[in-house]
């Protein structure tokens, strides 16, 4: 079963930043968004950013202007640049992509913020 691999987590100082990747493999046809999502203990996942396969990107307001989301086509990787974290930000980060094939999610990496 194919699952897109994230890396990247680990623990930040508040105000900091860190990159998250996400690997996916080419049997992944046709990839329409990929993206993240995160979770927090008792919190439901909710949705963080998205990158289509034009290019075009999409932010939960709560990082908008904090977290920017790149991607290199060639080798099929996004990136989750993440400024500026808050003692809000703290999760278990998911990689999510959407192709014809339907929708994969990655086992997760942790982000912890410390203040």
């Known amino acids: 079963q194919v699952q897109p691999v994230e890396s990247g987590g680990g623990l930040v100082q508040a105000g900091g930043s860190l990159t998250l990747s996400c690997a996916t493999s080419?049997?992944?046809?046709?990839?329409?968004?990929m993206g993240w999502y995160r979770q927090a203990p008792g919190k439901q996942r909710e949705f963080v950013a998205h990158i289509t396969s034009s290019g075009s990107t999409n932010y939960a307001y709560s990082v908008k202007g904090r977290f920017t989301i790149s991607r290199n086509i060639a080798k099929i990787t996004i990136d989750l640049r993440m400024n500026s974290l808050e003692p809000e930000d703290p999760a278990v980060y998911y990689c999510?992509?959407?192709?014809?094939?339907?929708?994969?999610w990655g086992q997760g990496t942790q982000v912890t913020v410390f203040s």
């Open positions: 080419r049997s992944i046809f046709a990839i329409y968004t």
């Open positions: 999510n992509v959407v192709g014809v094939r339907g929708a994969h």
